[in-house]
């Protein structure tokens, strides 16, 4: 009895000392400059058909509920986002005893970029991230848990939009391509030794400073 009651005195104090540890919030990695934001539509190259136009105001709801950025119209952006739905599966991940599918699993991969909108050279993106998603849902209909195809996609496309706001905000950007990096080495040459920059580094509508009396 004593060591079942020792074994119980432990786990509480362990779990008290879980549940008071203190969580490190991550670290916003887009730059600080960046508070304007335009979305445009997204372009599908998936087998999804129109997923594009279900995923792009979703990712403006999702910007518009986490409030850190505003959404504006391209003119007044400090960031363009740009996105491609590259892949979209559906596929049995589980099968009851008579191999009746009994569990479904939804994926989706996105490409989103972002642009300077007023950077007409366009020679690279100021940030590129490869964005996925997966859920996995009860596709047996016997079963009164049962949840369709278009309940399932609504819940992948809400997935992603999260995903996407958390990685534009947090992410680490993927390096540029070998390509990429001579275009810029080219457009170096070009501007001389001026160094190759995004076109706005500072709020290009700063707060208006007050007067003093």
């Known amino acids: 009895m004593r060591v079942g009651a020792s074994a119980l005195l432990l786990f509480v104090w362990v779990t008290t000392l879980v549940g008071c540890a203190t969580v490190t919030p991550p670290s ?7 508070k304007r934001i335009y979305i445009a539509e997204f372009r599908n190259t ?41 892949s979209f599966r559906d596929y049995s991940s589980a099968t009851s005893g008579d191999r009746f599918p ?9 490409l989103v970029e972002l642009w300077d909108p007023y950077d007409r050279e366009r020679v690279v ?22 949840e369709t195809q278009t309940e ?3 819940r992948l496309m809400r997935q992603m939009a999260k995903n996407i706001v ?6 680490t950007p993927e390096s540029p391509k070998a390509l990429e990096q001579k275009a810029m080495e080219k457009y170096r040459e070009q501007q001389g030794k001026q160094r190759f920059e995004p076109v706005i580094s500072v709020p290009r509508f700063p707060k208006p400073v007050k007067q003093s009396q």
């Open 28 to 34: 916003r990695t887009l730059p600080s400059y960046v």
């Open 46 to 86: 998936s087998r999804l058909a129109g997923a594009q136009a279900d995923l792009t105001p979703l990712v403006v709801d999702e910007f518009l509920a986490d409030g850190r950025l505003e959404v504006v119209q391209n003119e007044r952006a400090d960031a363009r986002l740009e996105g491609r739905i590259k």
């Open 102 to 110: 009994l569990v479904n699993t939804m994926e989706m991969e996105c």
């Open 125 to 146: 993106p100021m940030a590129r991230y490869h964005v996925t998603a997966a859920i996995q849902y009860f596709s047996d209909s016997r079963r009164s848990i049962e």
């Open 152 to 154: 399932a996609r609504e």
């Open 166 to 171: 958390t990685t534009v905000i947090y992410g």
